[in-house]
């Protein structure tokens, strides 16, 4: 057990509709990442946040947001789903905006299915 | 554009025997590199890293080379246990991109399957 803590495990939805992950940081980390891994695809970054500040963005697309939130947890929206936003999303997290050790904390993601 | 590449989407290897894993990266401005393992239906865990300062990290069973001026690095597994069996990750960092921004880029992955 990371200590990470994504909700929901599972999401099945319709294209054009919307849906928001969360994921709870490991107690004491401040920095929050996501990540999406598609079919056959490594983990791609999409953003990390720093105690509230977006520090680094990777290759989100527009119709994605994500915030952390004062308690350090983050939500990653996406919006106006599409068929190829199916993938398993990951949430990390680690202590600093740029651990000595380089190590992230990854959750269990969250399984998100557009139909 | 790849900037890291693990050219072998699996690999099978006998019990007992050494795994050898192959990571190839572009970016010159990496400088930390790390190992990951994933099992179905769990979040990648951190396994070993290495500094580019560094051509070799031992740790137990596992070992990771890295050879900068080939951008080339590779993960050692001995001896292979039927446990070691999931997906690798090779994973590279420029750990100072500055203002506290940080981001791992990784490759696709190696399954890795250790027949008992």
């Known amino acids: 057990d990371s200590g990470v803590t994504q909700t929901p495990k599972h999401l099945i939805t319709a294209t054009g509709q919307r849906v928001t992950l969360r994921c709870s940081p490991r107690?004491?980390?401040?920095?929050v990442y996501w990540y999406q891994q598609s079919l056959d695809q490594g983990l791609q970054f999409l953003i990390q946040?720093?105690?509230?500040?977006?520090?680094a963005k990777g290759n989100i697309l527009e119709r994605f947001s994500a915030q952390q939130f004062p308690d350090l947890h983050s939500e990653l929206n996406l919006s106006s789903l599409e068929l190829g936003d199916s993938a398993l999303y990951f949430c990390a997290s680690s202590p600093v905006g740029m651990p000595n050790t380089g190590e992230l904390f990854f959750g269990e993601g969250s399984r998100l299915t557009v139909l | 554009d790849q900037q890291v590449k693990q050219n072998s989407p699996s690999l099978s290897v006998q019990e007992g025997r050494i795994s050898i894993l192959n990571c190839d990266y572009t970016n010159s401005m990496f400088d930390y590199f790390l190992w990951y393992k994933k099992y179905p239906a769990e979040g990648p865990t951190f396994l070993i890293s290495i500094s580019s300062i560094k051509d070799k990290n031992e740790d137990g069973r596992f070992t990771v080379f890295l050879n900068k001026s080939a951008k080339h690095l590779s993960l050692h597994i001995v001896p292979s246990q039927p446990g070691d069996s999931a997906v690798y990750f090779c994973?590279?960092?420029?750990?100072?991109?500055?203002?506290?921004?940080?981001?791992?880029?990784f490759g696709k992955g190696t399954k890795l399957s250790v027949i008992p």
């Open positions: 946040y720093y105690n509230g500040e977006e520090r």
């Open positions: 994973a590279a960092s420029a750990r100072y991109s500055g203002a506290g921004s940080y981001q791992l880029t």
């Open positions: 107690s004491g980390d401040l920095s």
